[in-house]
């Protein structure tokens, strides 16, 4: 019980951050699947939105009127516990339907075929590296440094090499951005991931955590003033710095939502098993002969 406890605290610190971190590198596919991944997010809220907008154009008129009464009724009785007890119910109500063996979790198949195909990518690039568009090949450079020392033009030398420096700058400049925007998508789909792999009991105990949170938060706001909660929270934060000068100032929630995996790492570690009858496809990737 003491284990589950101080590793309950411990996602309400920031994560260790790792030094020895690998390359970051430009991948077409990489970078198509994670704008999908946020374009899956993004059709969400906007399907959400449609869906309350259908409710207001009586598109469905038993499902405006259970709208309307609903509405009356939390407006008419809204409290502020409320919120962390909106929250509370889908968490309790996606529990119920894995239990029932209803498991709305979503396949990664996709996902891990994905991963494989990168995989594939990346060792064909290390095994067999092409030059670049910028890059000339071994024997033009060889021949072209033979003609500029036979003629002994030295400014020209200086000015294909400053244009090419200059072309080689403008290169890692784009390449920069793109793996700027790569890591930028991946990150805000990862966020929208966790925090539905929070609510799907992909992680069970962080699920319980939850559960825990919104919990405490309902019964805390229920029977205390909002007014001595935000006090409370107030000096706790303008005293953090004089208690310890040291203290690293952190957000519980982002750290919280750091330890939930995202898709991607749902399928990197996951346990392998061994496929009784794999799939031709994969048949041929592992034996390509």
């Not at 198949?109 to 095994?127: G, I, M, P, R, Y």
């Not at 200059?166 to 998508?185: E, H, P, R, T, W």
């Not at 992909?202 to 805390?220: E, K, M, N, R």
Request: aromatic share 12%; proline share 6%.
């Amino acid at each position: 019980m003491d284990e589950q406890v101080k590793a309950g605290l411990r996602t309400l610190i920031p994560i260790e951050q790792k030094y020895i971190e690998e390359e970051p590198r430009v991948s077409k596919q990489l970078l198509l699947h994670n704008f999908n991944r946020v374009r899956r997010c993004i059709m969400f809220l906007i399907n959400t939105g449609c869906f309350i907008n259908s409710c207001f154009e009586w598109d469905s008129p038993q499902r405006s009127i259970c709208a309307f009464v609903l509405f009356v009724i939390v407006v008419w009785n809204f409290e502020l516990y409320m919120i962390p007890l909106a929250l509370l119910l889908p968490l309790v109500w996606n529990y119920i339907l894995i239990a029932s063996g209803k498991d709305t979790r979503q396949d990664m198949q996709a996902v891990e075929d994905l991963l494989e195909d990168e995989d594939e990518d990346f060792d064909k690039d290390d095994k067999d590296p092409k030059p670049g568009p910028w890059e000339d090949s071994s024997d033009k450079n060889h021949i072209l440094e033979d003609i500029l020392a036979s003629w002994h033009f030295e400014w020209i030398r200086a000015m294909v090499d400053s244009e090419r420096k200059g072309f080689m700058n403008k290169l890692y400049a784009i390449q920069d951005v793109c793996i700027s925007v790569q890591n930028a998508l991946d990150e805000v789909a990862s966020y929208g991931e966790r925090i539905k792999n929070t609510f799907n009991w992909t992680v069970p105990f962080l699920s319980w955590l939850a559960i825990v949170a919104f919990g405490a938060a309902t019964i805390l706001i229920y029977y205390i003033p909002l007014r001595y909660i935000v006090l409370a929270w107030g000096v706790n934060k303008f005293t953090k710095k004089l208690r310890d000068p040291y203290t690293i100032d952190n957000n519980e929630l982002l750290d919280f939502l750091s330890r939930v995996p995202s898709d991607v790492q749902v399928v990197q570690y996951r346990e392998l098993k061994l496929d009784p009858n794999p799939s031709p496809n994969k048949k041929k990737k592992n034996n390509p002969g």
